[in-house]
């Protein structure tokens, strides 16, 4: 097994370990608890919030300094013990090596040649850090009387990883020694560096993660330290922010779903090794086999010997992967942002667009994405501003009018047009919308790019303003789409052009430009969520009804009837609660 564990108490830069009495502790905890249990800010007042919460924190830390537990030495000492814990564990470990790959970090390098779909790497399941590990380990016993464990599988798999860590004769070990000691997720970035995305929509988002990780942490913080079922735990005696700071981002860069045993649901896991591979666009090529009990994944592509290995994260926005995995994608062919769209109650006509639209599988109040590419709209948003801008003669002949629910399937077909007028309004709704987010920000896009030059931005200021050019271009990008239809849909309109009808073929067709579309709205899954679900974050017990269970499909969605295998999409599983 390599190197015995080395354990040990983080000093101080005096030299010793900070000198806190329980109860002055316990007081501060409590404090942090409260503020972070209040009631939702007011809009505009999330960053006061957050500036108190973040005020409460570093003073805590303050007082816990020396007190983190970590191993000696640097991770790439602990990689060949890796290899040889899963070697010894029956991974498959011939064909590739750990390798430092610059600015992208350590991933996997092949050592020989690797061809396109060939399984080059499984992981059996008594190497995997699960909900279930941590319930048969020294954790079982408070797990079984925490509702909030329970509940939330990643804090579990957090807490797990925290008490594997002090226990000298943890199996996990090799494994937990080759994590890295820090982050690049935002619960790392400095108070100036979040400050960088203050006025973008990832902002929101970056400001929950971190009051809700901070209340977790003065939750069971007060838990293991009053619990009688903790008090054979060792983080009694070191349970620092910071040592959950790191659990919370080792789970949440890594965490996947993966079926029990018996496949009769899904659990969170942590896949040691695999979670060494870095992502690029593609497909997801990961499953778990069960009849062989074990996780495997093959090529993405072709790699010739000592190229990089890398692996398909998901159809991630460059928010979610920095906000979750610490890293902002430049060529993210999945990037998007989202809008809130509702139709007033107040509304005239709102009983009969209501109806329209529920009619079409759509909710009179969503979040959708605008996209990074063309067109930046999806069906389902084509047909919601559709319906939105229609008049009440074109509402009534959609509700009443002859073949009026065949109709309903054109509405997300951008080959069948409501009317001219009815896509002038559409596009110019876009183009407005679009062009007042973007004033919303507090810099410009040249702004940004001059900021990116310079050479002594951190790392974690680069991503900042990274993602927030990202979303200003994908705006762009929509005002300019929305100009050009409009004027397009104008000149049809001068032109007399007739409207184009639909054909009792067609009526099944939603969008012609993608053969992952040709469904009735109503009988696809929505990429929309009902407004709040999605950017709503409130309390932790929330979290797991937002989980996706993704295995069992394919990347583009349809099922998969293998009688032994279950897909598991890469990391995506959300710690925002």
Known sequence: MGKKSRVKTQKSGSGSSAVVSPKEMMNLISELLQKCSSATPSAGKEWEEYIQIRGLVEKIRKKQKGLSVVFEGSRQDYFSDLMSWAQEYGASCECFTVANFGAEGYGLRATKDIKAEELFLWIPRKMLMTVESAQNSLLGPLYNQDRIMQAMGNVTLALHLLCERTNPESPWLPYIRSL???????????????????????????????????????????????????????????????????????????????????????????????????????????????????????????????????????????????????????????????????????????????????????????????????????????????????????????????????????LGNSEFPVSWDNEIKLWTFLETRATLLLQTYKTTSEEDRSMLEKPDLSVHSRVAIQLRLAEKQILEKTSASGQAKRLHFQKKLEEGAPIPRYEESDIALLENSDADAKLPIILRKLEEVEEGQEIEVGEDSHLLNRAKVLYGLEANGEPVLEENKAKVKSRDCLWLA
């Open 180 to 410: 890295p000691q820090e982050y690049d997720t935002p619960l790392y970035y400095q108070q100036d560096e979040v400050q960088l995305l203050l006025g973008t929509q990832a902002v929101q988002d970056v400001l929950s993660q971190y009051k809700n990780t901070a209340r977790q942490y003065a939750y069971f913080y007060k838990l293991v330290q009053t619990h009688p079922a903790a008090n054979k735990l060792a983080l009694k005696d070191c349970f620092t922010f910071d040592d959950y700071r790191w659990a919370v981002s080792s789970v949440m860069t890594r965490q996947n779903q993966i079926p029990t045993e018996d496949g009769s649901r899904v659990t969170l896991a942590l896949i040691p090794l695999w979670d060494m591979c870095n992502h690029t666009n593609g497909l997801i090529t990961t499953g778990y086999n069960l009849e062989d009990d074990r996780c495997e994944c093959v090529a993405l592509q072709d790699y010739k010997e000592n190229e990089q290995i890398y692996i398909f994260y998901g159809t991630r926005s460059n928010a979610e992967l920095v906000i979750h995995n610490g890293f902002f994608f430049q060529d993210n062919a999945h990037d998007r942002v989202k809008i809130k769209l509702g139709v007033s109650k107040s509304e005239r006509l709102y009983a009969m667009k209501a109806e329209v639209l529920a009619r079409a599988g759509i909710p009179s109040s969503c979040v959708f994405a605008l996209h990074c590419n063309e067109p930046p709209i999806s069906a389902q948003l084509l047909a919601f501003l559709r319906v939105f801008c229609m008049t009440e003669e074109e509402l009534k002949d959609y509700l009443l009018g002859e073949h009026a629910i065949n109709k309903i399937f054109t």
